[in-house]
């Protein structure tokens, strides 16, 4: 058995800094093997979704479609009942299309999967292997496939399930203190967790050698989040201090380790492997926290609830979710990390709301106002983008999409607390998300040395499907980047366009996380900024 594909996930990846840790100069590269890659491979940007978050983007790379079409828009969905607003996380049974992992296994080839967001529960005709991602570690036995994977990864040395999964209660410490110190124990936290991932794939490419042997590598997301200052070389002019130095050097030694585990992982695959690489968005720095709720209440769409003087009351107003007057509220962003403005609509007698007749006005007084919210100093635009759902979001799937998508000046996301300025600079630079991640390709029947036009990354999974010698779906999205291969390479495997998906194949009966669970995950979120 011989693997055929090697993917490696890099979620967050940018080539700001990994140009950067490859650069030949000096002292030479922090990531030599990344560099040779580089150097032999094809590298393009690679374009996320509209809004370049976790959820939508991976699983768009997953299924070569778009979330108007997949249906996951966030880490959690909501649902408006009465008075409220209730949300629940996202999973697996959430994705209305197939998976590319679903698509090979049905054409019989055998497929890892490895710490990918939003894969369990696995689904029920996979064929190989999965250990999913974003899920806590009492859950990694339920839901990884086979049955009997859980006690087979047991016996790699040094295997610790607490490890490699996410260790809520250290990261909400940090979210709490954000010490100095707890920066610092933070960043080294993914130093080992990564390696247990990189165990398991070792593991199952040795010992299994699936066709498809895919991994991804979440650590760089959370160390650019909270260590952006250290990484992005921008910021590394003019006299640094000591600590300064020191985390540097912490995040450099991060990607020192990911550069060998991707040399080991390339190595034990075989001369013979197509390797590729993707992130699902890059990075860059945000400056200023833009509070838009707050914005939305001094235009009058939004209107905070009286918040009682009460351990309950002082509670819900330091909640991840914005605590609203719902009877007198028409429009409101729902979660930072949706960028978004949802119009409240009474489509039923009873429902509170503007009336489906008033839609359309509404929302294109509602985007002047966005407009309107402009630096004083400069006179630019703090919303520089503003997005109809229907443009972004076209598909089934598109009305559980917000009406409106924001883009900051700063590509920041927005923060939904009753506080004010509206607009405020932060005390210290941060890492938030960019639209153009990364694309690489090595091996045989790739081009040698090439940069290549930007990417979608929906054309992710088109090509992986088609570096298994497997026909492309009529209805991907995603597309085979020709320029990525050889003339030879394309003329003895040519592109094809096949059959249509069949449809998710997600387990409906598979049994879900409980509510502590999902509040240690909420917890995450909230320290990452994708929730308040």
Sequence with gaps: MTVRTLFIG?????????????ARAGEGPVMPFLARIFEEGTRAKLRSTPNPLT?????????????????????????????????????????????????????????????????????????????????????????????DLYDRLKEIPEFN????????????????????????????????????????ADYLLREEAPDLMAVMFDGVDKLQHQAWLYVDPNQQKGELNDYHLRMRKLSLDYFRQLDSFIEQLVTAAGPEVQVFMASDHGFTATTEVVRINA??????????????????????????????????????????????????VARNPGET???????????AKLIRDLEDLKDPATGERIITEIHLREDVFPGEAMNDAPDLLLVLRDFGFVSIKNKLP????????????????????????????????????????????????????????????????????????????????????????????????KDQIMAQLQMLGYME
């Design 161 to 200: 399930a607490k490890e490699l999964a996410w260790d809520f209660e250290q990261e909400k410490q940090a979210m709490d203190e954000l010490t100095h110190e707890d920066k610092e124990n933070w960043v080294r936290y993914h130093l080992p967790r990564e390696k247990q991932w990189f165990r398991i």
């Design 295 to 344: 914005y939305l209440h001094e235009k009058g769409y939004l209107k905070w609830k009286d918040v009682p003087d009460t351990e309950e009351g002082r509670r819900r107003e330091g909640s991840m979710f914005a605590f609203l007057d719902w009877q007198n509220t028409v429009a409101y962003c729902r979660t930072p990390s949706s960028n978004g403005i949802n119009i409240r």
């Design 10 to 22: 890099m979620d967050g990846a940018t080539f700001t800094v990994l140009n950067d840790l490859t």
């Design 422 to 517: 509206v607009v405020e600079p932060r005390t210290e630079i941060a890492g938030t998300h960019h639209p153009d991640g990364v694309f690489l390709a090595y091996g045989p029947g790739v081009s040698k040395g090439a940069t290549i036009a930007r990417r979608q990354i929906t054309d992710v999974g088109a090509t992986l499907l088609y570096s298994l010698g497997l026909d492309v779906p009529s209805d991907f999205e995603g597309k085979v980047p020709q320029a990525m291969f050889t003339a030879e390479h394309l003329e003895t495997h040519p592109i094809v366009i096949g059959a249509s998906t069949i449809g998710s194949t997600k387990d409906d009966q598979a049994a879900g996380m409980g509510q502590e669970e």
């Design 353 to 363: 709301g503007i009336a489906p007749q008033q839609y359309e006005t509404v929302r």
């Design 55 to 147: 959820p939508p983007a991976w699983v768009s790379l997953m299924t070569g479609r778009s979330p108007g079409h997949h249906g996951v828009f966030d880490f959690i969905r909501a649902e408006e009942r009465g008075d409220d607003v209730f949300f629940t996380l996202y999973d697996s049974r959430d994705c209305r299309v197939e998976t590319i992992w679903s698509i090979a296994s049905r054409q019989g080839k055998r497929v890892a999967a490895l710490n990918f967001p939003f894969t369990a529960p696995p689904p029920k005709d996979l064929n190989g292997f999965m250990v999913p991602g974003f899920v806590p570690w009492r859950h990694l036995r339920r839901n990884s496939a086979p049955h």
